[in-house]
């Protein structure tokens, strides 16, 4: 999946090297200044929980990652900025190799580790996880309930829904009158 990216930050690392062969548990902290440091980032502001468990007793190795807590972004529908509810699971499974050249590209489950790097850097996959729980649609879960809701917009968007609706049935309505007169012509 992902090699190591040129971010380096040793507070999101995880020294897989010494641990026991069991499950371990690590929580991190996802804001604006870690967002920051990627110019190509969905998200700008953020407040995110991520709790990394590194199993080392099942073989093949896994991290787990579990993503919680709100993302600004703006409403598809409103075009208002409203903090976004996420809450996301994706598992990595670690293949060790000695050389970053064996790696298969097909392969979106794995990561792979070098046998003599001494930890794992997740600032690059919680990135890309974070930006995944992103979804394509984004709308509030009460359209024009809140207080950061643009309801200048939203008067425009249900007016025109309301406008559309009614030309649809009136064009029904022409439809069956038209109908009817050919059934009246042919009786």
Known sequence: MLNQSNHKDKDFNIAHIGLKKASHEFDFVLDKAFFGKYPDALIEDCNLQCKVVFDKASTPHQISFDISGTIQTECDRCTANFPMFVDEQFV????????????????????????????????????????????????????????????????????????????????????????????????
């Not at 690059?124 to 024009?144: N, R």
């Not at 309301?162 to 069956?176: A, R, S």
């Open 92 to 187: 990595l499974y670690i293949k060790y190799i000695s050389d970053f050249d064996e790696e298969d590209e097909n392969e979106d489950e794995i990561l792979y580790v070098n046998h003599n790097q001494e930890a794992i850097d997740v600032a690059p996959l919680l990135f890309e996880f974070a930006q995944l729980c992103i979804p394509i649609h984004k709308v509030c879960d009460q359209s024009g309930a809140y207080d950061y809701c643009n309801k200048d917009i939203l008067k425009y968007v249900n007016h025109e829904v309301e406008d559309n609706t009614i030309k649809e049935n009136k064009e029904e309505e022409n439809i069956w009158d038209d109908l009817n007169k050919l059934k009246d012509k042919l009786n």
